[in-house]
């Protein structure tokens, strides 16, 4: 496959470009839940994933996702709402795939939203949270195989894959829109199970605060090619063991439909002082 993978990028983005003549400069990638974010965009072309060459169909029910390029307060965005996840049993290649094409665009911005468990117990569901940092429990890492220079260097530094800048510019647009954020360490796992509460007790005392199934793939691939990466988790229910009673996806969803108004209240915020 890695012979074909930079042709398949390639492919990708000529297909978009085609498409959508002006680049984007910035893109978020939607969580769950939070893909009708890409429908507040002005001026904006829409294409399924299904229309473009090589990419993953992400498995939302009755929806592969759609990749939509808008405007908003004048700057040029693309919106990914719905992306493949390793669960689903894609390589860690084709689950960075949208992020490679998105740098073959052009776009040296990189927002990645997702739904997570809180496993700091001082969070409460419904919270937003400002990723600060990352540990990877995926036990796989996208950068792995033969590497192109071009691309990016073979061993890239992670000292700061969440950039500084864009932290504070989040802040600063959450407190003008009267969003409350809080900030931590988003662990990922593999899933799709959930945890078991003896695993999110290890995953506390490894200086976790949320846990989830996406993003770190992301976020590396974005680093690697020198992107600026920005995260937010919504913490869509507190992780398996720090409230008596099971977990469910239904709660995941319900709760990022509770918190959709104030997470797009924040992304426009955040774009707008980019
Ligand atoms: N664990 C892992 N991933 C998640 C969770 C969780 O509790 N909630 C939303 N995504």
């Not at 940092?133 to 990016?152: C, K, Q, S, W």
């Not at 509460?197 to 691939?221: K, N, W, Y």
């Amino acid at each position: 496959m890695f012979e074909r993978y930079t042709d398949w990028i390639t492919e990708a983005s000529q297909f978009i470009v085609k498409r959508i003549p002006n680049p984007p400069d910035i893109a978020v990638v939607l969580g769950s839940g939070l893909g009708p974010f890409a429908d507040e965009l002005d001026d904006a072309v829409q294409l399924d994933y299904g229309e473009i060459p090589h990419w993953p169909a992400a498995a939302v029910i009755g929806h592969p996702g759609r990749f939509v390029v808008g405007q908003h307060q004048g700057k040029r965005v693309a919106a990914l709402a719905g992306r493949v996840h390793l669960y689903e049993g894609h390589d860690p290649q084709m689950v960075t795939f949208g992020v490679r094409v998105l740098r073959q665009l052009g776009v040296n911005v990189l927002v990645l939203t997702n739904a997570a468990g809180g496993i700091n117990t001082s969070f409460s569901r419904g919270a937003l949270m400002l990723v600060d940092d990352h540990i990877n429990l995926m036990g796989v890492n996208p950068l792995a195989g033969p590497n192109d220079e071009r691309v990016g260097p073979r061993f890239p530094d992670m000292t700061e894959v969440y950039s500084r800048r864009l932290r504070a510019i989040a802040e600063e647009a959450a407190a003008a829109a009267g969003v409350s954020l809080t900030r931590g360490v988003y662990l990922a796992v593999v899933g799709p199970s959930y945890e078991t509460p003896a695993e999110i007790r290890a995953f506390r005392t490894l200086g976790a605060d949320a846990v989830g199934m996406s993003t770190v793939p992301e976020a590396l691939a974005a680093r690697h090619m020198g992107m600026e990466v920005l995260g937010i988790s919504c913490i869509s229910n507190m992780a398996a063991g720090v409230l008596p009673q099971p977990l469910h996806h239904d709660e995941v969803m319900a709760t990022i439909a509770r918190v959709r108004g104030q997470f797009t209240a924040l992304l426009r915020g955040i774009i707008e002082r980019l």
